[in-house]
């Protein structure tokens, strides 16, 4: 964009824009870096939720078990969660070019061993590897979009590459479904690459070289953190297969969570060189935004678990269908990011846009909350369409707050930790919802089932149907099958109740921030 005004000399004419608005790193073509980057950001974000919908075609072709299937998922979410803190000090060390193009290419190569597993054994190990390499991408391609760009337009690269972080959520499922059904279940880790050579040439030949620092690595720090996230993780998974804190494999998981947890809070207090720098913590504005990230997480991703199956088995969509459905949710993060970060451009007060943001998502899921099973898909089309709108409002401000007031060394470090909790928070959105779904479906059953007698059901004599044998029972599973549809319909309500309140208490939050530099 030209100046407004021509300096008078040729000299000052030559002069760079002032050093405040400089991008920290040089690049050739940024256009292209951006591509590079995006497209590396998308397979990695894809395959958190691309496997979901994959996993019964899995089952029988790996020879596993309902159980022990789900490692297909869970080695993917531990190794990814344990590799991710040490994006910063890795970067550091060996480079943070060297290591993202690593990345990408391990993760090509993960992706294209997974499709060609024949085992289970296989499978998780080549999944554990996805995870490993995948870590690294989300804060490495973070970093170095804000670093590559200068600080005045930190909204606009920011509402881009928050793109593919939340919308890669909503069109894994889609395309998961779409492959699955299509093809073969195989093709959800074959997608991965052409999109990933693509996005490892352009990184090989645009990516700049950034200096790293020599320091030493937190190794105490790094396992404990790894500790607790594995043990968070197993407790999340193995907890509605054991009945919860009815087994002592869970308390003993929690026991070690609990433990590792404190240990490496107190050790990155107290450390003189922890895994992260103490100034990122002391940085209020930082903090607080990870807070949010578990919140988004939790809204986004359960949702996310949750409506796919609802949609299905209530209301009798097929794949393909339910992606459908789901897409203006997307549509509207689109939308809204690109907007956010033209009002945050033109001075706009981030929190503000932050806490607008939160009650518009709060509001669609108090209009899911009015749904039943009389709905057809415009409730789900417009509900998704204005859920995406605040999500989209919440997600862009929020990084750039949070990254205004960080020094430009701790970015990397600070990607990493903001992408972490936002993965934490999906896993434990996920399980407490799914707990919360199937609890409430066992209650709301004992209490609509008690309320089947004659006198309700006019067309037959609930106390003589077993009378007509075979018929009668049939009678009988007909009237079970409607009263577990409705009781389902009660829980997801349940559910949806859950996270407006989640997204309202946060709006308060917002206000603990101080205004960032945009």
Same mark, same amino acid.
């Given at each position: 964009?030209?100046?407004?005004?021509?300096?008078?000399?040729?000299?000052?004419?030559?002069?760079?824009?002032?050093?405040?608005?400089?991008?920290?790193?040089?690049?050739?073509?940024?256009?292209?870096?951006?591509?590079?980057?995006?497209?590396?950001?998308?397979?990695?974000?894809?395959?958190?939720?691309?496997?979901?919908?994959?996993?019964?075609?899995?089952?029988?072709?790996?020879?596993?078990?309902?159980?022990?299937?789900?490692?297909?998922?869970?080695?993917?979410?531990?190794?990814?969660?344990?590799?991710?803190?040490?994006?910063?000090?890795?970067?550091?060390?060996?480079?943070?070019?060297?290591?993202?193009?690593?990345?990408?290419?391990?993760?090509?190569?993960?992706? &294209?061993?997974?499709?060609?597993?024949?085992?289970?054994?296989?499978?998780?190990?080549?999944?554990?590897?996805?995870?490993?390499?995948?870590?690294?991408?989300?804060?490495?391609?973070?970093?170095?979009?804000?670093?590559?760009?200068?600080?005045?337009?930190?909204?606009?690269?920011?509402?881009?590459?928050?793109?593919?972080?939340?919308?890669?959520?909503?069109?894994?499922?889609?395309?998961?479904?779409?492959?699955?059904?299509?093809?073969?279940?195989?093709?959800?880790?074959?997608?991965?690459?052409?999109?990933?050579?693509?996005?490892?040439?352009?990184?090989?030949?645009?990516?700049?070289?950034?200096?790293?620092?020599?320091?030493?690595?937190?190794?105490?720090?790094?396992?404990?953190?790894?500790?607790?996230?594995?043990?968070?993780?197993?407790?999340?998974?193995?907890?509605?297969?054991?009945?919860?804190?009815?087994?002592?494999?869970?308390?003993?998981?929690?026991?070690?969570?609990?433990?590792?947890?404190?240990?490496?809070?107190?050790?990155?207090?107290?450390?003189?060189?922890?895994?992260?720098?103490?100034?990122?913590?002391?940085?209020?504005?930082?903090?607080?935004?990870?807070?949010?990230?578990?919140?988004?997480?939790?809204?986004?991703?359960?949702?996310?678990?949750?409506?796919?199956?609802?949609?299905?088995?209530?209301?009798?969509?097929?794949?393909?269908?339910?992606?459908?459905?789901?897409?203006?949710?997307?549509?509207?993060?689109?939308?809204?990011?690109?907007?956010?970060?033209?009002?945050?451009? +033109?001075?706009?007060?981030?929190?503000?846009?932050?806490?607008?943001?939160?009650?518009?998502?709060?509001?669609?899921?108090?209009?899911?909350?009015?749904?039943?099973?009389?709905?057809?898909?415009?409730?789900?089309?417009?509900?998704?369409?204005?859920?995406?709108?605040?999500?989209?409002?919440?997600?862009?401000?929020?990084?750039?707050?949070?990254?205004?007031?960080?020094?430009?060394?701790?970015?990397?470090?600070?990607?990493?930790?903001?992408?972490?909790?936002?993965?934490?928070?999906?896993?434990?959105?996920?399980?407490?919802?799914?707990?919360?779904?199937?609890?409430?479906?066992?209650?709301?059953?004992?209490?609509?089932?008690?309320?089947?007698?004659?006198?309700?059901?006019?067309?037959?004599?609930?106390?003589?149907?077993?009378?007509?044998?075979?018929?009668?029972?049939?009678?009988?599973? &007909?009237?079970?099958?409607?009263?577990?549809?409705?009781?389902?319909?009660?829980?997801?309500?349940?559910?949806?109740?859950?996270?407006?309140?989640?997204?309202?208490?946060?709006?308060?939050?917002?206000?603990?921030? +101080?205004?960032?530099?945009?």
């Amino acid at each position: 964009m030209a100046s407004a005004a021509r300096p008078a000399s040729p000299a000052a004419g030559a002069a760079a824009p002032p050093a405040a608005d400089e991008p920290l790193l040089e690049v050739r073509n940024q256009p292209l870096l951006m591509v590079g980057i995006m497209a590396a950001s998308l397979i990695q974000v894809l395959d958190t939720t691309i496997a979901n919908v994959a996993i019964p075609h899995m089952q029988s072709a790996l020879g596993a078990n309902a159980e022990s299937v789900t490692w297909v998922l869970t080695s993917y979410i531990i190794a990814s969660a344990v590799a991710m803190p040490a994006t910063g000090w890795l970067g550091d060390r060996v480079g943070a070019r060297r290591l993202f193009i690593f990345s990408v290419a391990g993760f090509i190569i993960a992706s &294209m061993m997974c499709g060609m597993a024949q085992n289970l054994g296989e499978m998780v190990l080549f999944r554990a590897m996805q995870g490993v390499t995948g870590a690294f991408i989300p804060p490495l391609s973070q970093s170095f979009m804000l670093d590559s760009s200068r600080p005045s337009r930190h909204p606009q690269v920011m509402a881009i590459w928050g793109l593919g972080i939340m919308i890669g959520p909503i069109l894994g499922p889609i395309l998961g479904g779409w492959l699955t059904e299509s093809a073969n279940w195989r093709w959800v880790f074959y997608v991965n690459l052409p999109v990933g050579i693509l996005a490892l040439a352009l990184l090989i030949t645009q990516l700049p070289h950034r200096e790293g620092k020599r320091r030493k690595f937190d190794l105490f720090g790094f396992v404990m953190l790894a500790v607790a996230l594995s043990s968070l993780q197993l407790l999340l998974d193995r907890g509605s297969q054991l009945d919860w804190f009815q087994s002592y494999e869970i308390w003993f998981y929690t026991f070690l969570m609990g433990s590792a947890a404190w240990i490496a809070m107190v050790h990155f207090t107290t450390a003189r060189e922890p895994l992260f720098d103490k100034a990122i913590f002391a940085d209020r504005n930082f903090v607080i935004a990870l807070l949010f990230m578990v919140v988004i997480g939790m809204v986004l991703f359960a949702n996310m678990a949750l409506l796919p199956p609802m949609l299905q088995r209530l209301f009798g969509y097929g794949v393909i269908d339910t992606g459908m459905v789901l897409m203006p949710r997307g549509v509207g993060v689109m939308l809204s990011m690109q907007l956010s970060g033209v009002l945050i451009r +033109r001075g706009l007060d981030a929190r503000i846009v932050v806490a607008t943001g939160f009650a518009i998502a709060a509001y669609s899921q108090w209009m899911m909350a009015g749904w039943s099973l009389a709905a057809d898909e415009w409730h789900f089309i417009v509900t998704g369409l204005i859920q995406g709108l605040g999500l989209g409002l919440v997600f862009i401000p929020l990084n750039v707050t949070a990254f205004s007031t960080l020094p430009g060394h701790l970015r990397t470090d600070g990607s990493s930790l903001l992408n972490l909790l936002r993965s934490i928070g999906a896993s434990v959105g996920i399980s407490i919802t799914t707990v919360l779904l199937a609890r409430n479906i066992q209650t709301a059953h004992t209490d609509l089932g008690s309320h089947v007698t004659s006198s309700t059901i006019d067309a037959i004599d609930i106390s003589t149907v077993d009378r007509y044998q075979s018929l009668g029972q049939t009678v009988l599973s &007909m009237v079970d099958l409607e009263v577990n549809r409705q009781a389902a319909m009660i829980a997801y309500i349940d559910d949806f109740y859950l996270m407006m309140w989640l997204a309202l208490a946060a709006i308060p939050m917002v206000f603990l921030m +101080r205004k960032g530099r945009t």
